[in-house]
């Protein structure tokens, strides 16, 4: 109460109360599932109840397969549970009769016998369990019916081969289905068909230790096979539905011949339930009453019809109550469903996180060290002046200081001291020194010890520039390096970057794209769609094997998206199905807006067999198209292998996506560095964008290039020393937008400078070019080859290469479809 006597309200205090409500009860419901699942896995009541029933269960009145091999299987998967399975099984068979326990004590009994006969032969003994199993029981049975009759006849050897057979065979079930039971599989996995079956028949198995159990006269029995049946139904569809009612329909009539009927209700139920799936849980449960009403009247007209039902409306009670996180749990471990495939995807994308993650930890390690490189990756002014003042002051040290004019000289006269030893020092670099008599004049008088300083300069200088030229190739090598590590961690972001692109929600376009398909008549599986940018589409498509004989995916499906789409789009992948009746997966994407038609001719020197030039033409992964020719120092084999290596570098370099300018340099730098010998490599590389035909040239002491647009000749040159000459050099990069029809022509200087008694060989190659009369790349080429070696009168003085592109603009192969739909 407040001094005014008015009750003081909290406005917040409404919605804490409200909030507090689901967030007890959230707290409590994850404790009860923690609770449940310590009881059910770790304290091991799912083996108890599991060991009990089947302790019970048995089949043909007198035949008990099940409890030796479930015991057997907890022995070999779980053995820290075998005391509590052994008491569970024998407290089974002990409700149903003092023989059952008998012959059940009997078998586990000879089982451990055979265990360790078997054991002294063998350390792998899990694959002999089933034989140790069918031993045992089969000696088991026959010992106990000896010790009960006193003889044995064929009948009873007879039944005892079956009993121990099925023993056999159900061993080798319980082995994959037990450890289902036992231990929590992981979200990620699912179960396989084999699992899913094993699984089924230990479940039905356990149930019929259940025959002789009744509720107010309804069978036990009966509701839980049908709640199973329910449960398979709605998790998993039809197919498992009545595969279900099936197994556990017929394992239940041989337990008891009356229940022979169980069969047909629960398969057609199972296969109702899973047709009837999509109106939820309600949907499953008409189709069971559908099941039961139909069976029970067709097959069991005299048998209490109300009691039936009965026990399949307590079923669907059951089914009705039943938790959704048990359903959505098991729907988890079944392919097919949508709450495995939204597992697999959420597994899949924490995957794709992980995997991003380390990319771009990578890629921050690389810039990191880059950045390290790069603090000492350039030398400055400044550094070579303090460098010069050392030298100086090592100079002055082994001199003036035990000179006496010391303080006169660097105390009272610095700067002109200072002045006079950077002169001489800048002229003993030159070589000037001794020619510079006025210098030495003045220095002399200037100094005491002007000789003895004079020598030491000349002496120590030799060894000084040879410190700073180390350094400065150690510094630019470290410049160098960083680039090539800037270049890798812009690599891998990118790449990191596209592990993280999620798939666009297109699903409107999907659907309208299947519809103008149908609507067309064209049968599809499925439509996804991951990308609709201009020039960047990629779509995939399956659709029937049989719908795709005679190519219709690019002569129908293609040219009808590329008038949806408004752009050409052609069949990139197409991934035929493995059946005959099957589906094929099919990808299209956009075709690029340009096409490159090349043509190429080269000779070696002389006529010979080995030629010292390279040439290499690329499409890379980026949308470009690449063009490169180099020449090696030389002619023959070592040039040839030379030119070859510096191709096959850049290409795997530019097809992994770093610069084409980083790549040129650590090429050189490479080949700077392999070898003290003087190896020098030409290189002339055409960079296409296919979208746009922008072309970047790089021309590492190569011969100009031109481009024939028309009547008019263009060259294109850049001064860059060959590579492999000097470690630290700048590449120049010419830029040209080409045009539709244009016609890059690139050659070694075997054809630039081949053709004979000419002064001016651009004028003449531009001449020559200007005069072609067709546009044919490979005719060019050859025209071109022809006239260099006609000028030598046949003689071919050098390695010549000439490669020639003609930049088109990409024609569809198909005209496209017109669709009368919504465009996507």
Avoid at 99 to 122: K, L, Q
Avoid at 340 to 350: E, F, G, K, M
Avoid at 655 to 660: A, L, M, P, Y
Avoid at 710 to 726: F, T
Wanted: aromatic fraction near 10%.
């Amino acid at each position: 109460m407040s001094r005014t006597g008015k009750n003081t309200v909290n406005p917040n205090s409404d919605l804490v109360a409200m909030n507090r409500g689901p967030l007890a009860l959230s707290r409590w419901t994850s404790k009860l599932k923690t609770w449940v699942e310590h009881v059910f896995f770790r304290w091991g009541f799912v083996i108890a109840l599991v060991g009990f029933l089947l302790g019970r269960a048995y089949i043909l009145t007198n035949i008990l397969p099940f409890a030796l091999p479930f015991f057997a299987a907890v022995y070999i998967m779980k053995r820290d549970k075998i005391a509590l399975a052994f008491l569970a099984v024998m407290g089974g068979a002990f409700t149903v009769s003092i023989e059952n326990t008998t012959f059940t004590f009997a078998s586990i009994f000879m089982f451990f016998i055979y265990n360790i006969v078997f054991g002294r032969f063998t350390t792998k003994t899990v694959g002999l369990v089933p034989f140790q199993v069918f031993l045992s029981a089969l000696t088991a049975h026959l010992s106990v019916v000896y010790f009960q009759q006193g003889s044995l006849i064929l009948y009873d050897v007879f039944m005892s081969t079956i009993e121990a057979g099925l023993s056999f065979v159900l061993t080798m079930i319980f082995l994959q289905s037990v450890p289902l039971l036992t231990e929590r599989k992981g979200k990620q996995q699912s179960l396989e068909t084999e699992e899913i079956v094993c699984l089924i028949i230990l479940l039905a198995s356990v149930l019929t230790g259940t025959t002789d159990w009744f509720l107010y006269h309804l069978s036990i029995q009966h509701i839980f096979t049908r709640y199973l049946v329910l449960l398979a139904a709605y998790v998993a569809g039809a197919t498992i539905g009545s595969t279900v009612g099936v197994v556990t329909g017929l394992i239940l009539s041989l337990a008891n011949v009356a229940s022979l009927y169980q069969l047909s209700l629960l398969a057609f139920s199972g296969l109702l339930g899973g047709l009837l799936k999509e109106g939820k849980r309600i949907g499953v449960g008409l189709g069971l009453l559908i099941g039961t009403s139909l069976i029970a009247l067709y097959v069991d007209k005299q048998a209490d019809i109300a009691v039936t039902l009965l026990e399949s409306v307590v079923a669907i009670i059951m089914f009705l109550l039943t938790p959704k996180f048990i359903m959505e749990k098991l729907a988890k471990f079944v392919p097919g469903t949508n709450e495995h495939s939204t597992d697999q995807q959420q597994y899949l994308r924490r995957m794709r996180d992980v995997t991003s993650n380390k990319i771009t930890q990578f890629a921050n390690v690389f810039q990191a060290l880059s950045g390290s490189f790069a603090v000492y990756g350039y030398v400055e002014e400044e550094d070579q002046e303090k460098e010069a003042d050392i030298f100086l002051s090592g100079i002055t040290a082994k001199t003036c200081q035990t000179c006496f004019k010391r303080e006169q000289c660097w105390a009272v006269n610095f700067d002109k001291t200072y002045d006079y030893l950077r002169e001489i020092m800048q002229e003993t670099q030159e070589g000037t020194l001794q020619r510079n008599t006025k210098l030495m004049r003045e220095w002399d008088k200037y100094c005491v010890r002007g000789t003895r300083v004079t020598e030491l300069i000349n002496q120590e200088l030799f060894h000084f520039y040879n410190e700073q030229k180390l350094k400065k190739q150690m510094m630019e090598g470290r410049r160098l390096v960083a680039e090539q590590l800037l270049g890798v961690s812009k690599v891998m972001e990118d790449f990191a970057k596209e592990i993280q692109r999620e798939k666009e929600n297109h699903q409107i376009q999907e659907e309208q794209i299947l519809e103008a398909f149908r609507e067309f008549g064209i049968e599809i599986g499925h439509v996804d769609i991951y990308c609709l940018d201009q020039g960047n589409v990629d779509i995939e498509m399956t659709i029937p094997t049989a719908s795709n004989q005679r190519g219709e995916c690019e002569k129908l499906l293609a040219p009808m998206l590329s008038d949806i789409l408004k752009e050409t789009i052609v069949v990139k992948l197409e991934e035929p199905s493995q059946y005959p009746n099957g589906y094929s997966n099919v990808c299209f994407g956009s075709a690029k807006t340009f096409s490159i038609d090349t043509g190429l001719a080269t000779a070696a020197k002389g006529g010979g067999l080995v030629s010292g030039d390279s040439y290499s033409t690329m499409e890379l992964s980026i949308g470009k198209y690449a063009i490169a020719i180099s020449d090696g120092m030389g002619n023959g084999e070592r040039a040839h292998r030379e030119s070859k290596e510096t191709l096959k570098l850049l290409q795997k370099i530019l097809q992994s996506g770093i610069d084409e300018t980083i790549a040129i340099k650590s090429i050189n730098s490479i080949l700077s560095l392999r070898t003290t010998e003087e190896i020098f490599t030409t290189l002339d590389l055409a960079m296409i964008d296919l979208r746009d035909a922008s072309a970047k040239f790089l021309k590492i002491g190569s011969t100009p290039s031109f481009v024939k647009r028309g009547d008019r000749v263009i060259k294109i040159e850049a001064s860059n020393l060959p590579m492999g000459m000097i470690q630290d050099f700048e590449v120049d990069v010419v830029s040209e937008q080409l045009k539709m029809g244009d016609i890059l022509i690139m050659m070694s200087d075997g054809i630039f400078e081949g053709p004979k008694h000419v002064e001016n060989h651009e004028m003449w190659m531009k001449r020559k070019v200007k005069e072609l009369q067709t546009e044919d790349p490979q005719e060019i080429a050859d025209i071109l080859m022809e006239e260099v070696i006609r000028s030598r009168n046949g003689f071919i003085e050098d390695d010549m290469t000439v490669v020639v592109a003609k930049v088109d603009k990409t024609m569809p192969k198909w005209a496209t479809i017109p669709v009368f739909s919504k465009q996507a």
